[in-house]
């Protein structure tokens, strides 16, 4: 029987492409550059499978074709707002990801951004290794107190779950939530959580805000300059999520001009693109999209597109069907 054509739009876990070479008939893309438009095209005539990856971006043009041979897009993450999801299934395109396996280390990477924001973690290092450090003193670089503090959670899926397992049970935060569906009452009392009915209810209260929730148009700038307006004035922003849920330019200003205290970021709207007024402000901490990038959870991922793929080919119900 011949193997499904499958591509890897960048380079995997070397066990995870071994694994595949295996069950499929594999093209990895040893160059690791990511493909454009005329690629994505061409590979729909040609795999019967396309993985794709966040870097990728899927927008109309990409699926502006009358037929293709690419019956699957195997997402190797949990977020898709980078595939035009309607336009895939216009196509009869079927889209899986891979939620679970990744919620734990993004929700470490969201403590960490937490922390390093409250304590002035990335200030300190930049101070010490430029020579800059003259001392213990007791009014050296003070930062904002995390333990016990008030953390709102805005997207409660099971990586904002995971920030409040860390937050609550590590640092004895008070936790509240904003989802867009209600909360079962059981999920809330193991965090001692709150749910609030509206991200505006929640900013005003908070000492720190997460943000879990999906990207996409229908969350664009969800954080803009009036909501950020709404913010303590010691209070910190995180996002691990996706870049376009936060406006960059209005999150530079309330930074410039102390409207908050500051802010932890893993993503950004046009990624690697980082707006220079952001460069910029010290009271920002910066990492590179690593929310999921630990060796065990970079695997699971692409065993779990492995696991979709091999049920879409066996004809069963996919385990993360998303279209
Ligand atoms: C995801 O899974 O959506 C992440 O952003 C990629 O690590």
């Known amino acids: 029987m011949t193997k499904p054509k499958v591509l890897l739009t960048r380079r995997w876990p070397d066990a995870v492409e071994r694994a595949m070479a295996e069950r499929f008939d594999l093209t990895p893309n040893a160059s690791d550059r990511p493909l454009g438009v005329s690629d994505f095209r061409d590979a729909f005539a040609r795999f019967d499978a396309v993985c794709p990856t966040v870097s990728d971006k899927l927008g109309p043009e990409v699926f502006d074709l009358a037929d293709t041979r690419t019956r699957i897009l195997g997402n190797y993450g949990v977020g898709v707002s980078h595939i035009d999801l309607d336009r895939a299934r216009a196509l009869r395109m079927t889209v899986s990801n891979t939620p679970d396996v990744l919620s734990e280390c993004t929700a470490d990477l969201a403590m960490t951004l937490l922390l390093m924001a409250a304590r002035r973690v990335g200030e300190g290092e930049r101070q010490l290794r430029a020579g800059g450090w003259k001392g213990w003193h007791p009014t050296h670089m003070i930062g904002t107190k995390v ?55 929640l900013l005003p209260q908070c000492d720190f805000v997460s943000l879990h929730c999906p990207g996409g148009r229908a ?84 065993f779990k597109v492995m696991e979709n793929l091999t049920a879409f080919f066996d004809g069963k119900a996919l385990p993360d069907r998303v279209v």
Do not use: C
């Open 147 to 201: 333990s016990g503090a008030t953390l709102g959670i805005i997207g409660f899926g099971r990586i904002g779950q995971a920030m409040a397992q860390r937050a609550h049970f590590g640092f004895g935060m008070k936790i509240l939530v904003q989802n867009r569906s209600p909360v079962a009452p059981e999920v809330l009392v193991r965090y001692k959580a709150e749910q609030v009915a509206s991200v505006d209810e």
């Open 219 to 302: 969350n664009a700038r969800l954080i803009d300059g009036r909501r950020l307006d709404l913010m303590r004035p010691g209070a910190f922003l995180i996002n691990t999520a996706r870049g376009e849920l936060i406006d960059e330019q209005a999150l530079a200003q309330a930074l410039w001009f102390g409207t908050i205290a500051g802010a932890g970021l893993d993503v950004y709207e046009r990624e690697p693109a980082i707006p220079g007024e952001l460069l910029g402000a010290d009271n920002l901490v910066m990492l590179p999209h690593l929310g999921s990038a630990t060796d065990r959870t970079r695997e699971a991922m692409g």
